[in-house]
């Protein structure tokens, strides 16, 4: 009796081994089925948040009036949170429009809004940058300039010196991933893209108005 009782439970054994084994597997495989799901849908939350900030410099005529406008345009999918932005001169840092134009273009002070030397009215309107949000499809203006017979020297001298300028900009998304880009006035022009950084750090010179 001991002798034919032994075999069953020894088939027993390996048949209880076999389902544990195999229990064991599909644990396995579904514990790495649910982290890829989750890592594919943080990727997707992060895709869809994702900002993607340019420079927008342009001299074009709305209602027939030349208007030069530097603008940073945010053509990413999600909001951004814009940490840090400075603006550079032919190599040189800028922490205000009025030190810009000053050296650039001839513009001076008067004790208030600054106005190119000479009789100068036309307006000229500046804004900040640095620490605003922008959502998808935002832009935001820091300079603008209308063209009139009362400042064509100095107009056409900023015109020319835009070319020179470059911009540097640090910003997030909501979900905290942070970029740090160097900006051209040229939308298409090549380079935008620059790796993530953890932190944005704080410039030596920000451009502030």
């Given at each position: 009796?001991?002798g034919d009782s032994a075999?069953?439970?020894?088939?027993?054994?390996?048949?209880?081994?076999?389902?544990?084994?195999?229990?064991?597997?599909?644990?396995?495989?579904?514990?790495?089925?649910?982290?890829?799901?989750?890592?594919?849908?943080?990727?997707?939350?992060?895709?869809?948040?994702?900002?993607?900030?340019?420079m927008g410099v342009d001299?074009?005529?709305?209602?027939?009036?030349?208007?030069?406008?530097?603008?940073?345009?945010?053509?990413?999918?999600?909001?951004?949170?814009?940490?840090?932005?400075?603006?550079?001169?032919?190599?040189?840092?800028?922490?205000?429009?009025?030190?810009?134009?000053?050296?650039?273009?001839?513009?001076?002070?008067?004790?208030?809004?600054?106005?190119?030397?000479?009789?100068?009215?036309?307006?000229?309107?500046?804004?900040?940058?640095?620490?605003?949000?922008?959502?998808?499809?935002?832009?935001?203006?820091?300079?603008?300039?209308?063209?009139?017979?009362?400042?064509?020297?100095?107009?056409?001298?900023?015109?020319?010196?835009?070319?020179?300028?470059?911009?540097?900009?640090?910003?997030?998304?909501?979900?905290?991933?942070?970029?740090?880009?160097?900006?051209?006035?040229?939308?298409?022009?090549?380079?935008?893209?620059?790796?993530?950084?953890?932190?944005?750090?704080?410039?030596?010179?920000?451009?502030?108005?």
């Amino acid at each position: 009796m001991s002798g034919d009782s032994a075999e069953p439970r020894h088939r027993r054994h390996w048949s209880d081994t076999a389902i544990a084994v195999a229990a064991l597997f599909v644990s396995a495989v579904s514990l790495w089925v649910g982290i890829r799901t989750e890592s594919a849908n943080e990727q997707l939350v992060a895709a869809s948040t994702w900002p993607f900030l340019q420079m927008g410099v342009d001299n074009s005529t709305p209602e027939g009036v030349p208007f030069l406008k530097f603008q940073v345009v945010n053509s990413g999918v999600g909001p951004a949170r814009i940490e840090s932005f400075e603006l550079f001169w032919k190599g040189k840092p800028f922490a205000s429009s009025k030190q810009l134009l000053h050296a650039c273009c001839g513009f001076k002070s008067r004790g208030g809004p600054i106005k190119p030397l000479g009789d100068q009215h036309t307006r000229l309107l500046t804004g900040t940058v640095q620490g605003i949000v922008l959502r998808s499809g935002e832009s935001e203006a820091f300079i603008m300039y209308a063209l009139n017979q009362d400042n064509m020297t100095e107009w056409n001298a900023l015109d020319r010196a835009r070319r020179d300028i470059t911009f540097r900009v640090c910003y997030c998304s909501v979900l905290n991933e942070c970029w740090r880009n160097t900006l051209y006035s040229d939308l298409a022009h090549p380079g935008q893209l620059r790796p993530e950084v953890k932190v944005c750090p704080v410039p030596a010179v920000a451009y502030t108005n």
